[in-house]
């Protein structure tokens, strides 16, 4: 295709070859391939459960390593906090204040509903906040609400004049209140790093953010961070990154061309948190901890959280061990028995052979040994699937006929073959995003991450722009196709390590409630 001299002057700026973007749109013309499902992984067939001994061994053995290893937690924290307000920002488009209005809402008062919403306002973390805010407008939510004027309370949640959390970053929203304080999720997730990913003197931590809310995540980790390290008696090291412009994609419109604004500039997307394999690549640490930005708990209730992402690491280090012990035989001169012993294990890190799988010779056969345990390791804590939408733990068929262990988006599956969608109903757990990774290899020197990227497991979605339809790309996930050739292990964790906060009618549940309010 041919760019105009701006067009390559916008590749230049971002960091885009002008061949990334043919690629792009060559992958719109000819789509992605579906994932081949082999089997769902199971307890019995590609998730480790364990047992409560194993698991004091698991805990004793990361507790060792913490005071000599490198650790660090990634946080994903660019998303805003619009999807998690979508139902108040749709309630304001639809209600006008007219009595058949209003008698529809007072009909509707199940939990999720905006009566229930109202009625238990009290109760949200940012009630305080929001009271203070509007009490210097000179005006009283009670009332406001006798009054039923429901519209401008939500725009004191949402717009400038209050809270403005419909333009706020998800990772600072109140989530939980404490006696004192209000922490956002942001300072949950500094609180987890003191307790499991720190060496007991120092807990690094590393959020990627959007550029925008940078200065603001940097004033509220100078507010907090100080009451936190005298808390836990820990120094941070907090850092930031954004997603690289670079990893930005383009999008066609419905007719198949190029999206242009009005001025005829090429429309951008950002490519989806496959891109931070990118951010992930720059970090240096001997253990990796990555979650989520909105899954979090009060300190009531972490216990879980804190010895699950304990086991996770523990688990990572046994089997770091038993792969570079592999490693070590590997080059040297292996028995048979070795060898069997060594392809026998594979199985137990996410890779099955390919039935009748041969070598012209004894070289060869090490050396595909070799290439298989040379990768980075993760392991990845799996929740029983409870109905959650998102991606599950299968075994994935190669074109070679191996199978390896991934996480599978449904959007990765052909629905209409019979046999694949039923594979992926089969599934038994749901993939909560807690991983625990090492980037190293037995030298200690870092792998590059790009290179193991399974570039044909990218995402074409639907989306609108200004009206119109228009098709965008999103590169393979992070914990999807960036990630499915490393060595992988799955493993069972409860569910009371999952607690996200999807929409804000999950700040009512159980889970996030701490100490009633003053």
């Known amino acids: 295709m041919t760019y ?26 000819k789509g992605f391939d579906y994932i081949n499902l082999s089997e769902p992984a199971t307890t019995d067939n590609g998730i480790i459960s364990t047992s409560p001994e194993e698991e004091e061994h698991l805990i004793e053995t990361y507790e060792q390593a913490r005071e000599h290893s490198s650790i660090i937690k990634m946080v994903p924290a660019s998303g805003s906090a619009t999807r998690m307000f979508k139902d108040l920002f749709a309630f304001m488009d639809n209600y006008h204040g007219t009595t058949e209005e209003f008698l529809d809402f007072v009909q509707h008062k199940e939990p999720g509903s905006i009566h229930y919403f109202f009625e238990k306002l009290d109760e949200l973390p940012f009630y305080e906040h929001l009271s203070n805010v509007m009490w210097k407008d000179g005006k009283d939510i009670n ?22 959390y419909g333009n706020t970053p998800k990772g600072l929203i109140d989530f939980h209140i404490y006696r004192d304080f209000v922490r956002t999720a942001f300072d949950e997730h500094i609180v987890e790093a003191a307790m499991y990913a720190s060496d007991h003197k120092k807990a690094r931590i590393h959020f990627t953010i959007s550029e925008e809310y940078q200065t603001m995540f940097q004033a509220r980790l100078k507010k907090e961070t100080k009451i936190f390290e005298k808390m836990f008696g820990v120094k941070y090291e907090a850092s930031f990154s954004i997603q690289k412009p670079s990893t930005d994609t383009v999008s066609i419109d419905s007719e198949g061309n190029l999206l242009r604004d009005e001025e005829g500039q090429i429309v951008f997307h950002p490519g989806g948190h496959g891109a931070l394999i990118h951010n992930l690549n720059e970090l240096d640490a001997d253990i990796i901890f990555i979650k989520n930005i909105d899954n979090v708990i009060p300190d009531r209730a972490k216990n879980d959280t804190v010895r699950y992402k304990k086991i996770l690491a523990g688990i990572l280090l046994d089997v770091q061990q038993k792969v570079f012990d592999f490693l070590t035989i590997l080059n040297k001169k292996p028995s048979e028995e070795q060898l069997l012993e060594i392809e026998s294990y594979l199985t137990s890190v996410g890779y099955k052979e390919a039935e009748g799988k041969t070598f012209k010779d004894q070289k060869e056969r090490i050396k595909h040994l070799q290439n298989l345990l040379d990768r980075p390791i993760r392991v990845c804590g799996m929740v029983k699937n409870e109905g959650e939408p998102g991606g599950g733990p299968f075994w994935v068929k190669a074109k070679d006929g191996s199978s390896r262990l991934m996480i599978v988006e449904s959007a990765q599956i052909n629905m209409e073959e019979k046999e694949q969608k039923e594979i992926f109903e089969k599934s038994t757990h749901f993939n909560p995003v807690d991983i625990v990774c090492t980037i190293k290899n037995h030298k200690g020197k870092k792998f590059d991450l790009e290179k193991l990227i399974d570039k044909d497991q990218g995402f074409i979605t639907c989306k609108s722009y200004k009206g119109k339809d228009i098709k965008v790309q999103e590169l393979p996930g992070l914990w999807n196709g960036a990630m499915a050739n490393w060595i992988t292990v799955f493993v069972e964790v ?16 159980f889970e996030h409630r701490n100490v009633i309010r003053r």
């Open 4 to 29: 105009t001299k701006e067009d390559l002057h916008n590749f230049k700026h971002r960091g885009i070859k002008a061949e990334a973007i043919d690629r792009q749109l060559a992958n719109f013309k």
């Open 143 to 164: 009332k406001m609400i006798e009054k039923r004027d429901f519209n401008e309370i939500l725009k004191y949640i949402l717009y400038k004049k209050g809270l403005n």
């Open 494 to 509: 409860p569910l009371t390590t999952f607690t996200p906060v999807k929409t804000v009618f999950d700040l009512f549940r």
